[in-house]
């Protein structure tokens, strides 16, 4: 047997870039200049959207807390349009970061937005009985991958979204987790556009 582990696989959200939306609002990253933790999130002034589709074309901002590190992101114009982001992968779909919420976890790597994230895997996961009513947002679950809603992983996963949850409390660069790096996993085919002016 080979005494070398095998290499963490990301898991891929690719196609669950619609019940991701939701929690695009609020993404914790690796800081790009401290490699501390930062925060992206709809820049100040902006009102709250009315679809969750919209937080795809937001514009955002990076902040450090620990740094002072900001920037920010606009939708990419094309003709009338604006193109979104793509959600997905374990980076942030707008300043593509590596995520500051992951963790190795049953040879693959978990991954999370923020801790309201992480609370809404973790009462799917947890859940004994799972509710089959066609809720968007339960389909939208359904869709995960199959190892992180496995009854024999649940309390390999239910701890390592806990390992998560701690995360999230953690800012310095020294608390970087040894998993969150890149891994140029973002999905890589173009989001939507949204026509200025149409009837969206
Ligand atoms: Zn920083």
């Known amino acids: ?26 993404i914790l990253v690796v800081c790009p200049r401290c490699g ?5 999130a709809p820049r100040p002034g902006i009102e709250a959207p009315k679809y969750f589709s919209a937080l795809l074309f937001q514009p955002r901002r990076l902040v450090c807390a620990g740094c002072g590190a900001v920037a920010d992101w606009t ?33 693959r790597i978990l991954w999370a937005y923020d801790e309201g994230h992480v609370d809404a895997l973790a ?45 999230a409390g953690l800012s310095a660069p020294a608390d970087r987790s040894d998993a969150a790096h890149e891994r140029g996993d973002r999905p890589r085919h173009h989001g939507s556009v949204l026509f200025r002016g149409g009837p969206y």
């Open 75 to 107: 939708a990419e114009e094309r003709g009338r349009g604006l193109v979104g982001v793509v959600p997905g992968g374990t980076e942030d779909p707008f300043f593509r970061r590596p995520l500051w919420l992951q963790t190795r976890c049953a040879g």
């Open 36 to 40: 501390g933790r930062a925060l992206v």
């Open 1 to 26: 047997m080979s005494a070398e582990p095998a290499q963490p696989d990301p898991v891929r959200h690719r196609d669950h870039g619609t019940w991701l939306v939701q929690f695009t609002g609020r």
């Open 123 to 167: 009462a799917y996961v947890g859940a004994r009985l799972r509710e089959r009513r066609a809720s968007p947002t339960m389909a939208m679950f359904a869709r995960l991958p199959a190892w992180m809603k496995s009854a024999e992983r649940r309390d390999e996963v239910l701890a390592g979204l806990a390992a998560l949850r701690a995360l």
